[in-house]
């Protein structure tokens, strides 16, 4: 004998028209869940890239400081003072601010991220800086973003056809002897690196000393928890003093719960769960409307309650994985499509894929609870 079909798959394609209205709405739920997932994860991971490149193992910043975007100045005198300590081995103070670049193609201004650094220590663990650092010890030079927006002009390609290529950056001439890689952000559309020297002509109203990231290596062998506790009791509390990871999760959290950016992502996501529990609890209320008559003559002949709601579950469970495998592909070509069109790291990851593959289960699970109320008034004594 052939395998049984099961009675909840008959009732699912008996009306095929039905059947692709529920899983359209289940994809579009998905989608919408998928790309403002996708939207706030590219949002925590673009604005710590610089972070997580830092070649170093202790961060100190200003105590006022809430983010790359607003940091605050402090006194170097802060980051050599931790050379008391044997267990550091090198110090490096990092300027960073925006400024205006000036497309040179177009003329148009557009406000770029620039960090400036020693020439003589890479400090940063970035394709394409090692090979150039020595170049910044030239002034005005600077190394350019390749990742930037395509708004500042095609300076990448102009680089790597081996052209000269100078902008204006603050009203001063510069010129790009190099290419890195770092990647656009919510913060900053681009970024430029240079010397310290460099950095201090282009910010004329900046001044030595006062730098807004210092870095700290340790020796090996040093425990870390140790040496950042010590260091927040012996420096003074106008810096703030981080492992990496806390700098790290430090500016993760703020664009998570300062700014309205990751709230609406959020929200975003639950708007689009709550669409697609309505979406198919529509269907599976209407399913079971027109099905009741049966329901209740399955009820006249034996079959009990629990097993019918196991019918509606089932319904449900095919609905989730069926409606989730398109919304999952138009996820990834909208991904690449957000992607090149924005050049942040929308991608595609294997928990967020899992995810919202639950989250679909859930959401038709949930709408087939609800839709479960209309079985209870499937009564045998309404047929006969």
Same mark, same amino acid.
């Given at each position: 004998?052939?395998? *049984?079909? &099961?009675?909840?798959?008959?009732?699912?394609?008996?009306? *095929?028209?039905?059947?692709?209205?529920?899983?359209?709405?289940?994809?579009?739920?998905?989608?919408?869940?998928?790309m403002?997932?996708?939207?706030?994860?590219?949002?925590?991971?673009?604005?710590?890239?610089?972070?997580?490149?830092? *070649?170093?193992?202790?961060?100190?910043?200003?105590?006022?400081?809430?983010?790359?975007?607003?940091?605050?100045p402090?006194?170097?005198?802060?980051? @050599?003072?931790?050379?008391?300590?044997?267990?550091?081995?090198?110090?490096?103070?990092?300027?960073?601010? @925006?400024?205006?670049? /000036?497309? &040179?193609?177009? #003329?148009?201004?557009?406000?770029?991220l620039?960090?400036?650094?020693?020439?003589?220590?890479?400090?940063?663990?970035? !394709?394409?800086?090692?090979?150039?650092?020595?170049?910044? /010890?030239?002034?005005?030079?600077?190394l350019?973003?390749?990742?930037?927006?395509?708004?500042?002009?095609?300076?990448?390609?102009?680089?790597?056809?081996?052209?000269?290529?100078s902008?204006?950056?603050?009203?001063?001439?510069?010129?790009?002897?190099?290419?890195?890689?770092?990647?656009a952000?919510?913060?900053?559309?681009?970024?430029?690196?240079?010397?310290?020297?460099?950095?201090?002509?282009?910010?004329?109203?900046?001044?030595?000393?006062?730098?807004?990231?210092?870095?700290i290596?340790?020796? !090996? #062998?040093?425990?870390?928890?140790?040496v950042?506790?010590?260091?927040?009791?012996?420096?003074?509390?106008d810096?703030?003093?981080?492992?990496?990871?806390?700098?790290?999760?430090?500016?993760?959290?703020?664009?998570?719960?300062?700014?309205?950016?990751?709230?609406i992502?959020?929200?975003?996501?639950?708007? #689009?769960?709550?669409?697609?529990?309505?979406?198919?609890?529509?269907?599976?209320?209407?399913?079971?409307?027109?099905?009741?008559?049966?329901?209740?003559?399955?009820?006249?002949?034996?079959?009990?309650?629990? @097993?019918?709601?196991?019918v509606?579950?089932?319904?449900?469970?095919?609905?989730?994985?069926?409606?989730?495998?398109?919304?999952?592909?138009?996820?990834?070509? +909208?991904? *690449?499509v957000?992607?090149?069109?924005?050049?942040?790291?929308?991608?595609?990851s294997? @928990?967020?894929a899992? +995810?919202?593959?639950?989250?679909?289960?859930? +959401?038709c699970?949930?709408?087939?609870?609800?839709?479960?109320r /209309?079985?209870?008034?499937?009564?045998?004594?309404?047929?006969?």
């Amino acid at each position: 004998m052939g395998q *049984k079909i &099961p009675l909840s798959w008959l009732q699912l394609t008996r009306e *095929k028209t039905r059947l692709a209205v529920a899983l359209s709405g289940i994809a579009f739920a998905d989608i919408l869940m998928f790309m403002q997932l996708g939207f706030r994860d590219a949002l925590y991971y673009s604005n710590v890239r610089m972070h997580e490149s830092l *070649k170093g193992d202790i961060v100190l910043i200003n105590s006022q400081s809430n983010a790359v975007l607003a940091m605050k100045p402090f006194s170097q005198r802060r980051l @050599y003072k931790t050379l008391d300590l044997p267990e550091v081995q090198s110090v490096y103070p990092i300027y960073l601010d @925006y400024t205006s670049w /000036k497309n &040179p193609v177009t #003329g148009r201004p557009r406000s770029i991220l620039t960090f400036g650094i020693n020439p003589e220590v890479n400090v940063f663990d970035l !394709p394409g800086v090692d090979e150039n650092l020595s170049k910044l /010890k030239l002034p005005d030079v600077v190394l350019f973003d390749r990742s930037s927006r395509l708004e500042y002009g095609p300076i990448a390609e102009d680089v790597d056809q081996g052209k000269v290529v100078s902008a204006e950056v603050r009203r001063r001439r510069i010129k790009v002897v190099g290419l890195f890689t770092l990647g656009a952000s919510f913060g900053a559309d681009g970024n430029l690196i240079t010397s310290d020297v460099n950095f201090l002509r282009l910010f004329s109203n900046r001044q030595r000393g006062l730098i807004d990231i210092g870095l700290i290596k340790l020796k !090996p #062998g040093a425990d870390l928890a140790v040496v950042t506790e010590y260091l927040r009791t012996y420096l003074p509390t106008d810096v703030n003093v981080l492992t990496k990871q806390e700098f790290i999760d430090f500016e993760r959290n703020y664009w998570a719960s300062s700014t309205a950016i990751g709230f609406i992502f959020t929200l975003g996501t639950i708007m #689009g769960f709550i669409v697609g529990t309505v979406i198919v609890y529509q269907i599976l209320y209407t399913e079971v409307t027109d099905h009741l008559s049966e329901y209740a003559t399955l009820k006249a002949i034996g079959y009990t309650q629990n @097993y019918l709601l196991t019918v509606i579950l089932q319904e449900a469970f095919m609905l989730a994985v069926l409606g989730y495998i398109p919304g999952f592909a138009c996820a990834l070509v +909208m991904y *690449k499509v957000a992607r090149d069109a924005t050049l942040l790291p929308v991608a595609m990851s294997n @928990y967020r894929a899992v +995810m919202v593959l639950l989250l679909t289960i859930i +959401m038709c699970f949930i709408s087939g609870i609800i839709a479960m109320r /209309k079985l209870r008034s499937a009564d045998p004594a309404d047929i006969f």
